[in-house]
């Protein structure tokens, strides 16, 4: 089935769309109205007068222009649907056929109950992921693993276009766009590279992608789902490939190996830990790769490799294009220089193994700013390994917080409650070479830290020149 006739079937049912400001369901609504299907329910938590602000928090990477316009189609399309926000959001979401929801719908238990009960009565829910992994026409390259995914998938998108006319990618990002809405436009002959967590696949999908990328596993989101339950969803991208698709695993992860007996794909593997597993032309070109220059994660600049090898495009040629590939926002991203003393935006690192590769990419001289939540992660070899790899840590006071500092010599530590006055200590402890790293290794830092407030960037470039 494409996406013509599956909007054709559902274009007479009762459709209804969650979190419509999101940058998921404003693109689900952007899809269902250019194709003129008019019986659209569509619910915000947020009240109508603060839906703008949203949008625009949703959309946040994008230009303001941009932004802006963006905003002006989205209210348009929204006026051609029932609007139910505030007291209202969810009203009668029972008596749906088709229910449209946002990948985060399970974190807002509170607010989102009678979406349990719409599972429990067996009504269809799709989220944006689904429609892409079912409908594509183009082939579909699916890159998951609990660290590094979206920097992975941002390598592949910009090294394909060496050989494919038409790249897409969607990803797990506010700051792009979604693409939904341009499905219909892809062709066998396209390539579409998706970054997928495991909340993009609890709401199932009936088609794997064409090739799918595992960087690694560790037992992350524990307080969502088991270890077990995460497994399983990222599990299910292989294990339901056919035949004729493409499975290219992390040697380095027993967990990773472990499923291989179970797959009909075709499996292939990348390692650091032992040379010999990687495909003959990495193999050979390993030395290269490794010391290729640029800010990539060499883990992630090999698991791309091995795609690109795949697909037979030459690596000589995409070392070449490797050094112009920009890494993506937030990810050990230098914001600014201040005294001889180097900033770094790491905010996307939201797991102690994330953190530890940012921190060991800069070596010893590194100052690191960190807090969240825990998010049910065993941090024990965090602690182990982080007291000798930095020369000081600042705490945001949060769970993290209280649950390391016990694990800490005190004279290691500080605890803050305020970003700013977090970044002022740093500064003022850090001697000229030192970095600055603003690297979370927990959960929810932006929202808890940022969101609402000043930016890393406008406080760091507000820091006054030391004498």
């Known amino acids: 089935m494409n996406i013509e006739n ?24 952007r899809l269902l109205i250019s194709h003129k299907i008019d019986n659209i329910k569509t619910h915000d938590f947020e009240d109508k007068n603060k839906l703008e602000k949203s949008f625009k928090l949703w959309h946040k990477g994008i230009s303001v222009g941009e932004r802006n316009k963006l905003f002006k189609r989205f209210l348009n399309d929204l006026s051609k649907t029932t609007f139910y926000s505030g007291k209202d959001y969810l009203r009668n979401i029972l008596s749906a056929d088709i229910i449209f929801v946002p990948q985060s719908w399970r974190l807002y238990k509170e607010q989102n109950q009678i979406l349990y009960e719409a ?30 995914k979206g920097s992975t ?119 650091i830990k032992n040379q010999k597993m990687n495909t003959k032309n990495i193999h050979k070109y390993y030395s290269l790769i490794m010391n290729s220059k640029n800010t990539h994660y060499k883990e ?38 201040v005294s001889e003393i180097r900033f770094f935006n790491d905010i ?29 992660i065993n941090y024990q070899h965090f602690v182990e390994k982080i007291k000798n790899e930095v020369k000081f840590i600042i705490f945001l006071k949060s769970e993290l917080s209280d649950n390391l500092k016990k694990l800490i010599p005190h004279d290691s530590y500080k605890i803050f409650t305020d970003l700013r006055k977090a970044i002022l200590f740093a500064y003022q402890k850090a001697e000229k070479g030192d970095n600055i790293l603003i690297s979370p290794a927990a959960g929810f830092f932006y929202s808890d830290f940022i969101q609402g407030k000043e930016s890393i960037r406008k406080i760091v470039t507000s820091l006054p020149l030391k004498e």
């Not at 030459?314 to 590939?325: A, D, G, Q, R, W």
């Not at 953190?355 to 060991?360: E, F, G, I, K, S």
């Open 119 to 148: 599972k429990k009565r067996n009504i269809s829910f799709y989220s944006l992921t689904r429609l892409y992994l079912d409908f594509s026409r183009a082939k579909v390259i699916g890159v998951t693993g609990t660290v590094g």
């Open 300 to 337: 992630n600049i090999l698991a791309a490799a091995t795609v690109i090898d795949l697909l037979d495009i030459k690596i000589e040629t995409f070392l070449e294009t490797l050094k112009n590939i920009q890494a993506l926002p937030a990810r050990n991203q230098l914001v600014a220089k």
């Open 153 to 271: 998938a941002n390598i592949l998108v910009n090294a394909l276009k060496i050989k494919y006319k038409n790249v897409y990618f969607a990803g797990n990002e506010s700051w792009m766009v979604q693409l939904i809405d341009k499905i219909s436009m892809m062709k066998k002959e396209d390539i579409l590279v998706l970054e997928i967590s495991h909340r993009q696949l609890q709401d199932g999908f009936t088609r794997a992608p064409n090739i799918a990328v595992f960087t690694n596993i560790y037992p992350n989101h524990l307080d969502e789902v088991s270890w077990n339950d995460y497994k399983r969803l990222k599990f299910s991208l292989a294990l339901e490939q056919k035949e004729n698709d493409i499975t290219v695993l992390n040697y380095d992860f027993p967990e990773l190996r472990s499923i291989v007996g179970k797959l009909k794909s075709k499996v292939f593997y990348y390692s």
């Open 6 to 29: 599956f909007l054709n079937k559902i274009r007479d049912k009762s459709i209804h769309i969650v979190g419509v400001s999101g940058a998921e369901g404003s693109s689900i609504l």
């Open 348 to 376: 996307k690192s939201t797991t102690p193994w994330a953190t530890l590769a940012a921190v060991r990419k800069l070596g010893k001289s590194c100052i690191l700013i960190c807090g969240g939540r825990t998010k049910g």
